[in-house]
């Protein structure tokens, strides 16, 4: 067993590569978890996050580069040495067993005495909110019951690292809702150093303190989930992580004194907020987030209090509207750009557009956008 002098530990991984063949899963990885963080890998299918994982995990050898618990290189230690607890997708709680005994297993291997053993068990049932089930058999919990025993498993050793490899991913909507802050509260409650995969932006973003995006394996980008949304690096991370409108264009004139573009995009001009290393006459792409467009039947009060010399307010016709429950999304064709417009209604303001209907004329009113260079 890695011993690391404590049972919360510091992971870092330096330098990870990965490959299948030919192909990379991963290329170059570097990132660090701080003692009793809970970061989330996340990523689109084959991004290379769950290998990852199972490198931290002892599972899988890399290729190349080291992975440390605080000071510790445990890079070529075995699984069962590195002090670590892992919770799976697939929950895979004995059948034959109760949940007590579910719970206990790894401790009995680790000869812990019947005491001892006893007092965690019965401690983590109630930390899991499951008191008056160690009778019961896995064939008798929910979905969400089961997954929360196996997070007792997990922790019964009181490993120094905790790992979660998409672990809800094969509830339903509404179980995944309710339990990913159930996990966010344990994690919490233990001070466990965690890293949790998923592939999914808003259960990361739910549960994180800090994100790693992974793409093809490398790292696209670390940060909080605010950083992440409100400054994506890449035109990949804006659309990964929200709804976005996509925009070609040539930069044609630069406001130096508010960093403010006027950007050709089809037949139209738009203002763009642009960083110090964009020019004129470069191609950049803008993103608009679907919640930043604000649609209008006539360029109203709002619309003009907002009014500036760099606002974006664009004639249209509104081609479609779905009501999705917690908001409306609807789509307006912009003269002079070749693609609709997505814009999305949340609250309230959404009852405010069923009286318009598909046809009508609107006005779009762009309240914040971001450049990339293109391509």
């Not at 009793?36 to 990523?43: E, F, K, W, Y």
């Not at 699984?79 to 206990?104: C, D, T």
């Not at 064939?139 to 490993?159: C, F, H, K």
């Not at 960093?259 to 763009?272: C, P, Q, S």
Request: proline fraction near 4%; glycine fraction near 8%; charged fraction near 30%.
């Amino acid at each position: 067993m890695v011993r690391v002098g404590r049972l919360v530990v510091r992971v870092l991984v330096s330098d990870v590569s990965k490959k299948y063949g030919n192909v990379y899963a991963l290329k170059n990885i570097n990132l660090r978890v701080d003692d009793g963080v809970l970061l989330c890998i996340l990523g689109p299918s084959g991004s290379g996050k769950s290998t990852l994982l199972r490198i931290i995990a002892g599972l899988i050898a890399p290729d190349q580069g080291r992975i440390f618990f605080d000071d510790v290189d445990v890079t070529d230690l075995p699984a069962w040495k590195r002090n670590v607890g892992m919770v799976f997708q697939n929950i895979a709680l004995f059948p034959h067993l109760s949940v007590y005994e579910n719970i206990a297993f790894g401790a009995k291997l680790r000869k812990l005495s019947r005491d001892e053993i006893d007092r965690r068990v019965k401690e983590l049932l109630k930390l899991i909110r499951l008191e008056g089930y160690e009778k019961r058999k896995p064939n008798e919990l929910s979905g969400g019951e089961a997954q929360r025993v196996a997070i007792a498993r997990a922790l019964m050793t009181d490993p120094a690292v905790l790992l979660f490899d998409e672990p809800l991913g094969h509830l339903d909507a509404k179980l995944r809702e309710s339990l990913k802050f159930e996990i966010r509260r344990i994690v919490r409650e233990t001070k466990k150093t965690t890293l949790y995969v998923t592939h999914d932006q808003g259960e990361a973003f739910a549960i994180a303190d800090y994100i790693y995006i992974l793409n093809r394996g490398v790292v696209e980008q670390g940060g909080t989930p605010v950083e992440l949304y409100e400054n994506p690096r890449s035109p990949f991370i804006a659309e990964f992580i929200g709804s976005t409108n996509f925009l070609k264009g040539k930069v044609v004139e630069i406001h130096r004194d508010v960093n403010i573009a006027k950007v050709l995009t089809g037949d139209i001009e738009v203002f763009v907020p642009v960083r110090e290393d964009i020019n004129v006459g470069e191609n950049i792409l803008v993103g608009i987030r679907s919640e930043d467009i604000k649609v209008g039947r006539e360029v109203s009060e709002d619309l003009i209090k907002r009014n500036s010399p760099y606002t974006n307010i664009l004639a249209g016709k509104l081609s479609k509207k779905i009501f999705i429950g917690p908001y409306l999304r609807l789509e307006v064709s912009v003269n002079g750009l070749e693609e609709p417009l997505k814009a999305d209604v949340y609250g309230e303001d959404r009852y405010k557009y069923l009286n318009i209907d598909e046809g009508d004329r609107v006005y779009v009113l762009i309240t914040k956008s971001t450049a990339f260079k293109y391509p």
